[in-house]
């Protein structure tokens, strides 16, 4: 004590501290003798070897900001609720997403998973139990493990999962309203509300009609997908459904398969230019029905439409965003979608044929989409069959 102040104390420190630079100490120890002997004001204590304690100091505070840095993934969670875009229950455990979405593809890959075998065969012995024709079998057996996949989602999300109606049902309104509702009767079996559930249609005129339907007659909410056209997103608005599921990466992939360009910036992407259009036709005239983004094809989709409502994105895109740590900054917002330049439009049926109709894309991948789910389904119906037949 009685040399505080003096020069050999300094020397003695600037000594002490030089020593304990060569040894490399931990951060903590930077931490502690500047903060001890700062107040000392004596600057030759911040003096060795390696350079000004101070330095080191700073050094050190870089590293540990830059560590605490929110991923990609966990800023777009503040600004939009994130979906998991799978039927694989671990990985959405993982990614911690609100909500998660399924559809035949998805349920077809997750029910090849040796995790899953005792929902397919709980769903196999519930279709045997309720007898009928091979197809009324089968039927219940593909309902039964919809809903059971649906069900242990939702033990690991805290909001709604999504599940599909039958794609070849697609044109036929009654058949998907029908469909919906023993859907949503099998969840309730289940002890789950509809409130948590989310009816996926199809997006064709017929799709559209069965949603509006199911909202305001039955009050179960739907997710209307396959969605590729303005046309498509004004209907489902004036229908009043819940939400809609525009698909992003398969507008890309159209683009690049139909023209001379083959690769886009995130903010000249096709899909991500119809998205923002639509998002912003939403807000500006005050329509309640959700904006989901879904089917990406890379990070920086998803990244040009941060403020979206909702995304729904796969595990690998989300295991991506959960790497990067760059600054994310929302690009869409309810002020600039008001200051648009767009005006309302009114689409009865024969307008909304003729306007879907004109863009050729939309036409394309509706079909497109439409069979693909359908053949999915197909795969997933005989791998159960010879199942039930056992």
Known sequence: PGLVGSDAAARTRSALLAWCVARSPPPSLHYHW?????????PQAYIGPAGPIQTLVMSNCTVKKQKMEDS??????????????TGDVNAIE????????????LILAAAQMPAYKHLVEDAIQYGKKLGGSEQEQINNVMDKLFVSFGKEILKVVPGRVSTEVDARLSFDKDGMIERAKRI???????????ERILIKLSSTWEGIQAGKVLEEQYGIHCN???????AQAVACAEAGVTLISPFVGRI????????????FEPHEDPGVKSVTKIYNYYKKFGYKTIVMGASFRNTGEIKALTGCDY????????????????????????????ACNLEKIHLPEKDFRWLHNEDQMAVEKLSDGIRKFTEDAIKLEKKLKEQLGN
């Not at 500047?34 to 004596?42: I, S, T």
């Not at 990609?72 to 875009?85: F, G, I, M, P, Y």
């Not at 890309?252 to 690769?263: C, P």
């Open 72 to 85: 990609v993934l966990e800023q777009l969670k503040k600004c939009t609720v994130v979906v998991a875009d």
């Open 311 to 338: 995304l729904t994105i796969s595990p690998k895109l989300l295991g991506e965003l959960s790497k990067d740590f760059s600054k994310l900054t929302p690009t869409l917002t309810v002020k600039e979608a008001q």
């Open 94 to 105: 993982e990614y911690k997403p609100q909500d998660a979405t399924t559809n035949p593809s």
């Open 184 to 194: 949503i009767a099998l969840y309730k079996e289940a002890g789950i509300d509809k």
């Open 252 to 263: 890309l992939d159209w683009h690049v398969a139909n023209s001379n360009k083959k690769s």
């Open 224 to 230: 209307m997908t396959l969605l590729f056209s303005f």
């Open 34 to 42: 500047a903060d001890r002997y700062a107040p000392l004001g004596h």
